[in-house]
């Protein structure tokens, strides 16, 4: 009876032995001796970006990320040098919510301890921005495009700030789903110009153009970046993302619709033509 009671409690204290010093980041136990003499821990910000900065117009911020571990993580902390701090679970995929900002650069560091003692690290640099304020979505002109074909894309986006001057570029730009820019497309202006598909000068409404020639049906993830100077700092601004669908062919019913829809933009253009100026032409062919 003594002998199995031994063996019992044996047992038990190896199988906590395997939890305490043996499991990973989801608890699963692994081995003991090679996690602790070959032990990892990492710990990586993955949105709102995977970049070491990032600027916002919003109070807040919410992080996300993930843990990559040998051994078992004991907590995860989150502290900014805006004098806030925190903690959540240390999951594998963690996410912090609503974390307070003030006016100007912070910058947010995440740290994870495992049972080990061992402590890993990353951070991000947010600015907050009160001078940008993004008051209208990101438009697109048409939306919808079909493989193999050319289309003009006609995109615009209003922007208040309290001192315009402070913007010293847009950008049109092609995002991926972690929201990370893969590509930039055009420039948007508010100059004015035809050519850039502006209507007004200074009126906060920026515009651009772009030829898209996409062989592949795909839904493309496009936002509006702005370049702002801030107190001699140049950042960045993004709005939110609108979708360019592109489809590699279209039903039989919905292409009578866009025939008619086109025969009837041609009878409009043709019966308005002699009493519209050129800018007023172009910008009624852009809204097809």
């Given at each position: 009876?003594?002998?199995?009671?031994?063996?019992?409690?044996?047992?038990?204290?190896?199988?906590?032995?395997?939890?305490?010093?043996?499991?990973?980041?989801?608890?699963?136990?692994?081995?003991?001796?090679?996690?602790?003499?070959?032990?990892y821990l990492s710990v990586k910000?993955?949105?709102?970006?995977?970049?070491?900065?990032?600027?916002?117009?919003?109070?807040?911020?919410?992080?996300?990320?993930?843990?990559?571990?040998?051994?078992?993580?004991?907590?995860?902390?989150?502290?900014?040098?805006?004098?806030?701090?925190?903690?959540?679970?240390?999951?594998?995929?963690?996410?912090?919510?609503?974390?307070?900002?003030?006016?100007?650069?912070?910058?947010?560091?995440?740290?994870?301890?495992?049972?080990?003692?061992?402590?890993?690290?990353?951070?991000?640099?947010?600015?907050?921005?009160?001078?940008?304020?993004?008051?209208?979505?990101?438009?697109?002109?048409?939306?919808?495009?079909?493989?193999?074909?050319?289309?003009?894309?006609?995109?615009?986006?209003?922007?208040?700030?309290?001192?315009?001057?402070?913007?010293?570029?847009?950008?049109?730009?092609?995002?991926?789903?972690?929201?990370?820019?893969?590509?930039?497309?055009?420039?948007?202006?508010?100059?004015?110009?035809?050519?850039?598909?502006?209507?007004?000068?200074?009126?906060n409404i920026y515009s651009g153009?772009?030829?898209?020639?996409?062989?592949?049906?795909?839904?493309?993830?496009?936002?509006?970046?702005?370049?702002?100077?801030?107190?001699?700092?140049?950042?960045?601004?993004?709005?939110?993302?609108?979708?360019?669908?592109?489809?590699?062919?279209?039903?039989?019913?919905?292409?009578?619709?866009?025939?008619?829809?086109?025969?009837?933009?041609?009878?409009?253009?043709?019966?308005?033509?002699?009493?519209?100026?050129?800018?007023?032409?172009?910008?009624?062919?852009?809204?097809?």
């Amino acid at each position: 009876m003594r002998k199995n009671l031994r063996v019992f409690y044996l047992s038990l204290i190896l199988v906590q032995l395997l939890c305490l010093y043996g499991c990973d980041s989801d608890n699963n136990p692994t081995d003991p001796g090679e996690n602790m003499q070959n032990p990892y821990l990492s710990v990586k910000i993955l949105t709102p970006n995977s970049n070491s900065s990032f600027c916002t117009n919003l109070q807040d911020i919410s992080l996300e990320g993930n843990i990559v571990s040998s051994l078992r993580v004991l907590s995860l902390k989150w502290t900014s040098t805006s004098r806030s701090s925190g903690s959540v679970e240390p999951e594998s995929n963690w996410s912090i919510e609503s974390i307070p900002l003030v006016p100007g650069d912070q910058t947010i560091m995440v740290e994870v301890t495992d049972v080990a003692h061992t402590t890993a690290s990353d951070q991000i640099q947010v600015t907050f921005n009160q001078n940008l304020e993004i008051t209208a979505d990101l438009s697109l002109s048409p939306s919808v495009i079909l493989t193999d074909e050319s289309s003009v894309i006609s995109a615009s986006i209003t922007a208040e700030v309290i001192d315009p001057a402070s913007i010293e570029q847009v950008y049109l730009v092609k995002v991926n789903p972690d929201n990370v820019v893969t590509d930039t497309l055009t420039a948007m202006f508010d100059d004015g110009q035809v050519e850039h598909g502006d209507r007004y000068t200074n009126d906060n409404i920026y515009s651009g153009l772009v030829i898209v020639d996409e062989p592949v049906a795909a839904i493309i993830s496009l936002r509006a970046l702005f370049d702002v100077n801030a107190s001699n700092e140049m950042i960045q601004e993004f709005s939110s993302r609108r979708k360019l669908t592109i489809l590699d062919q279209v039903a039989e019913s919905e292409f009578d619709q866009l025939i008619n829809i086109l025969n009837e933009t041609e009878q409009l253009i043709e019966q308005n033509a002699e009493n519209l100026t050129d800018t007023e032409l172009i910008d009624l062919i852009s809204s097809w």
